[in-house]
């Protein structure tokens, strides 16, 4: 059993009972059930992955080569690292059904100062994913338009790399998935169930009418780069397979979290994959991967073999399902910063909800955030620095699942992860062979986000941290309201 660290330690932990005790007179509106927590892990798992990124890996681009057919394996190594780390999410949600997901996990095991780190992490992280998503449906929007003869003006629609100046498809995209978002929890859970049901009925059909179309001769190659761009796209794709990540955050808005989260985070992922495989060998069977288009794979895909009004519902309801990448990911980095601010890291300001249950300022502040990353970056720079995030958060997880097995091994646990500690290691492993994948400029980017965010530490959230007891927030802590039913 281990001893609590110095209360003015960076490595203080915060104990589980006070979480507990904390969730209970959250705010937040308890309202999302079994169903609903596993439509928002499909919803930010499934998307542009499938529509977006694979196109893009298959292909290739400037300074990566297309991997061709074997952007399967892509996926498949992704998935592999994907599941062992969601089994580590699995146990710990059991334990812990609390907003904030792996900034809290490794606040519990690990200390304050790598719980920090992952929470400042995924501010920036969430945030850029939204803005991947929201650049990803503007090629959607812009092939939709091109089904009937309107071509938007590159300067509005593409960002510099591309020949444009600025992505309004995009930029509006985020605004509207914000507004969305900030109705309240009830309405987003609804919504995300009727839109994840429409989008996997869309890639059934895709699936199911693109077999028809499949030439076997646009397998061959099938790794026409060899493996080692199969591991970097691995890499670059790797967002599109752990959206159970930003679902874990909605932990403290299940009716039964400890129950209802482990088994949402596997049904989610084992979903998705399944559709995965299936989606990549119709895309690049019915498309030479030299043809397919980076930016909307299976519009140009079913252009190609002559049904561009197929391409055109496709781009529609690609569209809709997107959405829900989006939405998942705004939900998470909204909830991940409300925790840190509540534990006192952030101002208190930002953890205020309103009468719906929503912590409405930091979903608009994230929201205008990805508008502007939307509107100005690159896809592909905006995925690496998205992706190198997420992995360092699955590694910070993956080992703090191990060291609380051993430091608290009579902790109440819904699920108990297999084969400890071997599943979290190879999850572990996984992640920091991806993020060797990654750019040395994305590496670098990471880093500096970090300094800032270690700066913000110690002036700022070490001092008023309520787990330090001359803390000035314990003076300020109001009487915390009653959750408030939202409206029916």
Known sequence: MSTQPNPHSVWRRKPIAEMEIESKHSGLQKSLGLWQLTAIGVGGIIGVGIFSLAGLVAHGDDAHPGVGPAVLFSFLIAGLASAAAALSYAEFAGMIPRAGSAYTYGYVALGELIGWFIGWDLLLEYIAIVAVVAIGISGYINAFLAGFGVQLPDSI?????????????????????????????????????????????????????????IDTNNYNPFMPSGFGPVLTGAATVFFAVFG???????????????????????????????LYVAATLVLT??????????T??????FTGVGLP???????????????????TFLLGVSRVWFSMSRDGLLPKWFSKVD??????????????GSAFLAGVFPIRLVADLTNIGILAAFVVVCVAVIVFRYTKPDAPRTFRLPFMPVVPAIGALFSLLLIWQLSWDTHLRFVVWLVIGLIIYFTYGRKHSLMNPESPRHSELDDVPEPQPGPS
């Open 157 to 213: 629609s593409a960002t510099a790399d591309s020949g444009g100046v600025v992505n309004v498809p995009a930029i509006l995209v985020c605004l509207l998935v914000t507004w969305i978002l900030a109705r309240g929890t009830k309405a987003f859970g609804r919504f995300e169930l009727v839109a994840v049901g429409i989008k996997i009925l869309l890639i059934l059909f895709i699936i199911g009418l693109g077999i028809f179309y």
């Open 244 to 274: 159970y990540d930003a679902m874990s955050t909605a932990a403290e808005e299940a009716t039964d979290g400890k129950k209802h989260m482990p088994k949402a985070i596997i049904y989610s992922l084992v979903i998705a994959m399944l």
């Open 285 to 294: 069977g019915m498309q030479n991967y030299k043809d397919i288009d980076p």
């Open 296 to 301: 909307a794979g299976f519009a140009s895909a």
């Open 309 to 327: 009004v197929v391409a055109s519902i496709i781009s529609v309801f690609a569209v809709l399902s997107i959405l829900t990448v989006m939405l």
């Open 355 to 368: 009468r719906h249950g929503t912590p409405k300022r930091v979903t608009w502040i994230a929201g205008l």
